[in-house]
């Protein structure tokens, strides 16, 4: 029976990947891909032939019916990020509730995602942690910090090179300077990094030192 399969992709090192999503990645009719041409690089380094085609965040909402009604009609479809796991701050949410309101199966594979060795190389807590995606850039921003500034679990957040420091020094005006916390970048990869500290000392080393890379955050718990 025809079914969508969420199959997670390597977050930097491409052989990250297990054998049972390559496996899938070959099997399945048609890949759906958030960029074909960064998913291609790793179809053609596992020699993956099959269709492929995109799905992103600015044509979602516009394709999850005709998809839907793709795979009912007998197509399996895998999906895919650029890296990491499909609806994990990436697309896929919008196209596996519509495959569930229509009675189509969904199965989603293991896999690489950032957050987990983020969260072990910090050194803080992981028994319980909240996973907050990438911070509004604007419009309840502030709201929001206040709430997280009083979250007892160590917090995780995705964000971009290019709003780190802000990001970082927001999080110090909210949690307080001295809160713990670690960056890590390029996790996976040759430059592979973590650096540990307080806010403010981690946005002053971001301010000496230009991050470049996929970046996530991790900041320790408010203190009970």
Known sequence: M??????????????????????????????LAEDTRQTGKLLSFYNIRTPIQSHHMFNEHRSVEAISSRILSGTTVALVSDAGTPGISDPGFLLVRKCIEKGIGVESLPGPTALIPALLNSG????????E???????????????????????????????????????AL????????????????????TIRGSLSFLAEHFREKTPKGEIVIVVAGRKL
């Open 124 to 131: 803080l807590p992981s028994d319980r942690f909240c996973f």
């Open 2 to 31: 025809s079914k969508l399969i969420l199959v997670p992709t390597p977050i930097g090192n491409l052989r990250d990947i297990t054998y049972r999503a390559v496996e899938i990645l070959k099997g399945v009719d048609l890949i």
């Open 174 to 193: 909210f949690c307080g300077p001295d809160r713990e916390a670690s960056v890590s970048r390029e996790l996976t990869k040759i430059h592979e990094e």
């Open 133 to 171: 995606g990438f911070l509004p850039p604007r419009k309840g921003r502030n709201k929001k910090l206040e709430v997280l500034a009083r979250e007892p679990r160590t917090m995780v957040f995705y964000e971009s090179p290019f709003r780190l420091i802000k990001t970082l020094d927001d999080l």
